[in-house]
């Protein structure tokens, strides 16, 4: 995932959820702060891609808008 731009998001996790991404890093030897931020990135990618289909989908359907308009 090339081209970042450099933007700084702080987030609080679990316990458990800490607990695995130290473990997934581990596994993998990556810098926490690093491997967190692409697991991150590739999540919000993913779901973002989902919300743009269905949306397409709906609008196919002609259900877009609050009255369908």
């Not at 998001?9 to 596994?27: G, I, K």
């Not at 993913?46 to 743009?52: F, I």
Request: proline share 0%; aromatic share 2%; hydrophobic share 50%.
């Amino acid at each position: 995932m090339n081209n970042k731009r450099e933007h700084s998001v702080h987030v609080r996790l679990s316990d458990e959820a800490d607990a695995v991404l130290e473990l997934m890093c581990e596994a993998q030897r990556k810098d926490k702060a690093a491997f967190a931020a692409d697991l991150l990135e590739r999540a919000l990618l993913g779901e973002g891609h989902a919300l743009k289909v269905a949306a397409l989908r709906l609008a196919r359907l002609g259900l877009t808008g609050i009255a369908g308009e």
